[in-house]
């Protein structure tokens, strides 16, 4: 598995490398003891190796049977795994299976499934916690919803939190969905949701960890049993 920094991140590194060395500088230059300097410099080390694991971009194939997979679209924790309605753009009862990152996980998110893009949307909203179930319907949020080569539609939100106040979604209707593409990209902790039909076989339960792109969450049932396409 290959790791490069995305490139959401590479104008914020460069700023911040900037930053650090002037302040370094002056440091140096001009504050004594010398421990102080050092401690400076200690702490913008570990600041900047922390900004750059946060956007980190790995290359990831996906290895198992592709036949109505669902994988995971981000790397975090399983949250949430219930029932639900989802009134926005589905309007009938579906599963949500939602994965919560945090700032040490690699914030690019995958396609959960291959397909077709059919709709890309965006909501204004509030920056409640993202852990917060209400955060669903009420944060900033980016929608989009995939067509399955077999027709079942598979509806996929990205949603901000109190910190990430920057959702980056790349996906675009009618394009080609891969579970090996990257969808978007999530600014500094936050959660994705995945809403699947009812009859939809769950491979995870609540607070297990998965890997985007590769971790199976769940597969499709084959689209001749299901009522709620």
Not at 166 to 176: D, F, L, M, N, S
Request: hydrophobic share 45%; proline share 4%.
């Amino acid at each position: 598995m290959r790791v490069k920094i995305h490139r959401e991140g590479t104008n914020i590194l460069i700023i911040l490398a900037c930053i650090l060395v002037v302040i370094n500088g002056l440091a140096w230059l001009f504050i004594r003891p010398e421990a102080i300097p050092v401690v400076f410099t200690t702490l913008s080390a570990i600041l900047y190796f922390l900004v750059l694991n946060f956007f980190r971009s790995p290359r990831r194939s996906f290895a198992g049977n592709r036949d109505r997979v669902v994988v995971s679209s981000v790397d975090g924790k399983v949250v949430a795994l219930e029932r639900t309605f989802e009134p926005e753009i589905l309007k009938c009862d579906v599963i949500q299976l939602s994965v919560f990152m945090t700032v040490f996980n690699v914030h690019a998110n995958w396609f959960p499934v291959d397909g077709v893009v059919e709709l890309v949307r965006h909501h204004a909203g509030r920056f409640l916690s993202a852990y917060l179930p209400k955060s669903s319907t009420e944060n900033e949020r980016s929608t989009v919803v995939i067509r399955t080569p077999d027709g079942r539609r598979v509806l996929v939100r990205q949603i901000a939190g109190a910190v990430a106040r920057r959702i980056v979604t790349y996906a675009q209707p009618g394009e080609e969905a891969n579970i090996e593409d990257h969808m978007g990209f999530i600014k500094f902790g936050s959660r994705v949701d995945i809403y699947l039909p009812l009859d939809t076989e769950i491979f995870v339960k609540i607070g297990d960890k998965t890997i985007g792109g590769i971790t199976e969450v769940a597969r499709l049932a084959p689209k001749h049993n299901d009522s709620h396409a």
